[in-house]
């Protein structure tokens, strides 16, 4: 996806939509007023439809009614990855998107490349982020760390691929997974659900850790309980993508045109993109924590047990109220560093012991 692409299809416009307008009733109100930052990347084998799904997702829904006066399309062009970042405000809320579209994998015999490429780049966004939140501007870090991973699996197979389970369990440790079946088009109903199936049954006796929606609290209304019913359920979401506007039912819709009919890319009957759509809105700041409060502090933990110098955290996340739960999640964190600390210090003196022994 270039950046090129963003301007074009930000210009396509539709009416109705679940907009990033819903952020303010789950933001921390500082967020709201900082503004908020979020990632997404997308990985699977090329031609699946990846780039043409963001572009629906956000591009043209997310946003249909405002020219991007004051987008900046960044690119981080390293083996093929591309980063695109938006800037948008949309009624005093501002949203700092960045979708990082990566080298469609598959082609290759080898996929090593692709597979490290994508790895070390999430890698350099903890590291870029342990160095800024260590440094003297705590105040103005951006946060460019990786928040969800759409992960594209063929519709055109049984189940996934040896390639999808060996590189979903090189990335769920470090970032949450969304998997979604792309494409979902050409698959009838059963078809879908028969895949759904064979998917979550191969997720789960793979061992891999996919990002799972939070339960509701009790005293939460019944119409939100429910949607996310209906959320978790439809995992992994089975979607399908067209930047193109069609005629349907009298109206406008974003579509693919068949011989025999139409395809709608946001009719829940047609495909589960809706409900990716309000995942993702709905969840932003949970897909947020989650990658501060578990990924990244498995990153921190990994490099400190690796014995590589972790800068010390001064303060709490920047920006951020400096509230008790933070204090007492720093000391913890402290906690666990002296106790990894202490734990390398007595590897070494093993090691020292052992090489000191005669053969
Ligand atoms: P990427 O390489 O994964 O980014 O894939 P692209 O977005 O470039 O799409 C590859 C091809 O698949 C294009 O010809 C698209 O028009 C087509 N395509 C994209 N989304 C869908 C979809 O949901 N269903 C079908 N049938 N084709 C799609």
């Known amino acids: 996806m270039s950046s090129e692409s963003v301007k074009t299809f930000a210009s396509l416009e539709t009416p109705g939509y679940v907009g990033f307008a819903n952020l303010p009733n789950q933001v921390h109100r500082k967020s709201v007023k900082k503004g908020f930052e979020f990632t997404l990347m997308v990985v699977g084998e090329s031609g699946l439809g990846k780039s043409t799904l963001v572009n629906s997702l956000f591009l043209t829904d997310l946003y249909p009614n405002r020219k991007i006066p004051d987008a900046i399309d960044k690119t981080y062009k390293t083996v093929g990855l591309e980063a695109s970042t938006v800037e948008i405000e949309e009624r005093g809320v501002k949203l700092r998107l960045t979708v990082v579209d990566t080298p469609g994998f598959g082609d290759a015999i080898n996929n090593t490349d692709s597979f490290k490429a994508i790895i070390q780049y999430i890698d350099d966004q903890f590291e870029r982020f342990l160095r800024d939140e260590s440094g003297l501007n705590r105040r103005n870090i951006l946060d460019n760390r990786v928040h969800c991973c759409f992960y594209f699996i063929s ?6 691929k040896p390639l999808d389970i060996e590189f979903m369990k090189q990335l769920h440790n470090k970032v949450n997974i969304v998997p979604v079946i792309a494409k979902a088009d050409v698959l009838t109903k059963k078809e879908i659900q028969k895949l759904k199936k064979r998917i979550m049954e191969e997720i789960e006796a793979n061992g891999i850790k996919i990002y799972g929606l939070p339960d509701c609290d009790s005293d939460e209304d019944e119409d939100y309980k429910e949607q996310v019913r209906q959320l978790k359920e439809a995992v992994p979401f089975a979607v399908c993508g067209s930047n193109t506007l069609l005629e349907a039912r009298g109206k406008k ?29 709905t969840h932003m700041q949970d897909l947020q924590e989650v990658t501060q409060e578990v990924h990244y502090e498995n990153y921190r933990s990994e490099r400190l047990a690796k014995g590589a110098p972790v800068p010390k955290r001064t303060t709490s996340l920047p920006d951020q109220d400096k509230s008790q739960t933070q204090h007492e999640k720093d000391r913890i964190l402290q906690e666990k560093e002296a106790e990894l600390r202490r734990m390398q210090d007595m590897l070494a003196k093993m090691q020292a012991q052992m ?5």
Request: glycine share 10%; proline share 10%.
């Open 355 to 359: 090489q000191q022994q005669p053969q």
């Open 155 to 160: 519709p055109f197979g049984h189940g996934m």
């Open 253 to 281: 819709v974003r579509g693919r045109l068949y011989p025999w009919g139409v395809v709608e890319v946001e009719n829940p009957e047609h495909c589960d993109f809706i409900k990716l759509r309000s995942m993702l809105i």
